[in-house]
Nanobody, 118 residues
Framework: QVQVVESGGGLVQAGGSLRLSCAAS????????MSWYRQAPGKQRELVAI???????NLSDSVKGRFTISRDNAKNTVYLQMNSLKPEDTAVYYC????????????WGQGTQVTVSS
């Protein structure tokens, strides 16, 4: 069994910062890619940022220059540092981990709400 738990969401004013964390725990051999998605009300879930096991990152154009993704492999944790937040960043943020247990499986967290007030 694998658990993926996000934390760090909340309410912040425009221009502020938040840091999201996502920790994977349970029985597995390794974690490949770890990523952050978000879903705003009435919109589809979209990929925000992804980081490979080797540390290669990719961010969506809408957050480049403002968000940073990083990971601590020893802690099986991925972070999303969000700076210069805008009201349009308001969404539920989800973490996805590609976990190796014989073969690859994807696990999602339960989501954490980020609300940016104008």
């Amino acid at each position: 069994q694998v658990q993926v738990v996000e934390s760090g969401g909340g309410l912040v004013q425009a221009g502020g910062s938040l840091r999201l964390s996502c920790a994977a725990s349970g029985s597995f051999e390794s974690i490949n890619a770890m990523s952050w998605y978000r879903q705003a009300p009435g919109k589809q879930r979209e990929l925000v940022a992804i980081i490979t096991s080797g540390g290669t990152t990719n961010l969506s154009d809408s957050v480049k220059g403002r968000f940073t993704i990083s990971r601590d492999n020893a802690k099986n944790t991925v972070y999303l540092q969000m700076n210069s937040l805008k009201p349009e960043d308001t969404a539920v943020y989800y973490c996805k981990c590609i976990v190796v247990r014989g073969r690859s499986y994807q696990y999602w967290g339960q989501g954490t709400q980020v609300t940016v007030s104008s």
